[in-house]
């Protein structure tokens, strides 16, 4: 049967089965508090069940606050407690707080070390997120944190931070039947790293649960909870009611084949895959909590003609577009209110802008260069937007370290973010340059630019030239015509 635990890090060992505190949040959505002191008694249920590792967020609402309260009263129940830290973008962002708000989540916590820090960055064409991690990177260092993880990041990313030294043991995304985006590429660079993935949304926010086999379809407005409403989405593009039906049918025959619930083998069937380190069910804690049904994973295996069966019928949904992590940055965006407003109003410039006259206006990153050689970043005249000779420099460190896919997804991060901060889209560029130091790297690097230039198919050229500054490997320029007119 299967191991019970994970090792996530060589002194972090963790339940396969994670009890997800997010459900908080949507119990007190009518703004009535729960009773802090008695939901933190329901905790103690799963530890003795040997389950625990609890997964939250500052944003949670109290589920922080709950859970310090149980680590205090249960010292010896050895509760791991995961958080997050999910920025305000449009706050001001510095080292200090950063600090503060590490020191905030200890507080509500009641512990003098996170186990696991898990960071969430809004938009990669915005360079505050690597500020943020190199930061928190510091505070691992100092002892506030334990262990660095993430939450929604693609594949791309995920590598070029580990690439760029910093140490991270986790990325936390959605992985379901209904969103196999995790398979893909993200596997890949978990397997070359030695990093695991903590999948959420499993169970679809119980949508694949006998609870729903037979049941009429109902409106997203009308789901009754956040993560039903979300998923509801996500079931919408990958194939609708029909479909899920569907899924339930086999799910069922299965189940009970193995006499356990449709929710243990939609389960089992996530936590089977490779690099996942464990699950996160959620919990509403006195209320809906599955302790016994969820310790029937660990006691049956899918057979080979189980999983053929489940690979069948999976493979007839439509994709989530994108990759892990999209719903949160463009559209469609599958969230349970269908757009970002739970979470933000607008994604602030990335790069200060200045005028310099009526029609033009330019973009500075800040990199040494920029001041060296007296130029700008970007710059818009009129309609249109030029981006200079583009390396992976951020301040004083150069990211991606010697990956040159890696390299070549963060100079195109910095493309994007100077083209909005002028008022464009990565959509709007019509041609790029692409210079490489060594050509054998023109396969990683190519694949790095169709990988973000797939559906815009700019002019392009590739040309082998002799870079300045010890370690870059690409450097890329831009331009881009907003609004269709040259």
């Not at 997800?20 to 008694?41: H, P, T």
């Not at 969103?179 to 959420?200: I, M, S």
């Not at 050229?461 to 890329?476: N, Q, W």
Request: contains cysteine; proline residues 3%; glycine residues 8%.
């Amino acid at each position: 049967m299967q191991e019970r635990y994970t090792q996530l890090a060589p002194n972090l060992k963790i339940s396969r089965i994670l009890t997800g505190l997010w459900q908080i949040a949507d119990m007190e959505r009518s703004g009535k508090a729960l009773d802090l002191e008695q939901a933190a008694n329901h905790m103690e249920a799963y530890t003795r069940a040997g389950l625990m590792t609890f997964d939250m967020a500052d944003h949670y609402g109290s589920a922080e606050l709950i859970a310090g309260i149980f680590g205090k009263k249960a010292p010896g129940a050895g509760a791991q407690f995961f958080t997050k830290w999910v920025p305000d973008v449009q706050a001001e962002r510095s080292k200090d707080t950063v600090r503060k708000a590490i020191e905030l989540s200890l507080q509500r916590l009641q512990q003098e070390q996170i186990d696991l820090l898990q960071y969430h960055a809004w938009n990669y064409a915005d360079p505050a997120w690597l500020d943020d991690l190199f930061w928190l990177q510091e505070l691992k260092e100092e002892g506030l944190i334990r262990h660095l993880g993430l939450t929604n990041f693609d594949a791309a990313h995920l590598n070029m931070i580990l690439e760029s030294g910093i140490q991270v043991v986790s990325n936390q995304v959605s992985f379901s039947l209904l969103d196999q985006r995790a398979a893909k590429g993200l596997t890949e660079v978990c397997r070359k790293h030695g990093v695991h993935l903590l999948a959420y949304g499993t169970l679809a926010g119980g949508l694949l649960s006998d609870k729903w086999l037979g049941q009429a379809e109902r409106p997203v407005d009308e789901m009754d909870t956040w993560s039903q409403m979300k998923y509801k989405r996500f079931l919408d593009i990958a194939g609708g009611w029909a479909s899920l039906q569907k899924l339930l049918q086999t799910l069922r025959s299965i189940a009970n084949e193995h006499q356990v619930s449709i929710a243990n083998v939609a389960t089992k069937y996530i936590l089977a895959q490779e690099a996942v380190g464990g699950v996160i069910i959620g919990a509403r804690l006195g209320q809906s909590e599955h302790i016994q049904d969820n310790l029937r994973l660990f006691n049956f295996e899918l057979s080979d003609a189980n999983r053929q069966a489940i690979d069948a019928i999976i493979s007839q949904f439509r994709p989530i577009p994108g990759d892990c992590g999209d719903e949160y940055r463009k559209p469609p965006f599958l969230t349970a209110a269908g757009d970002l407003s739970h979470h933000l109003t607008h994604f602030p410039s990335p790069y200060p802008v200045k005028s310099q006259s009526p029609d033009r206006t330019q973009a500075l990153s800040g990199t040494i260069w920029e001041d060296l050689a007296g130029f700008s970043r970007a710059i818009k005249k009129g309609n249109r937007i030029l981006v200079s000779g583009t390396t992976a420099t951020h301040g004083d460190k150069m990211i991606g370290g010697s990956d040159p896919g890696a390299q070549a997804h963060f100079v195109l991060d910095k493309i994007e973010g100077a083209i909005q901060s002028l008022g464009g889209r990565l959509e709007d560029v019509v041609r790029t340059r692409v210079y490489i130091q060594n050509m054998n790297d023109w396969e990683p690097i190519s694949r790095a630019h169709g990988q973000r230039f797939a559906h815009v198919q700019p002019a392009n050229t590739l040309i082998r030239a002799d870079l300045i500054g010890d370690g870059y490997l690409v450097e890329m320029e831009a331009e881009a015509v907003i609004g269709g007119q040259t």
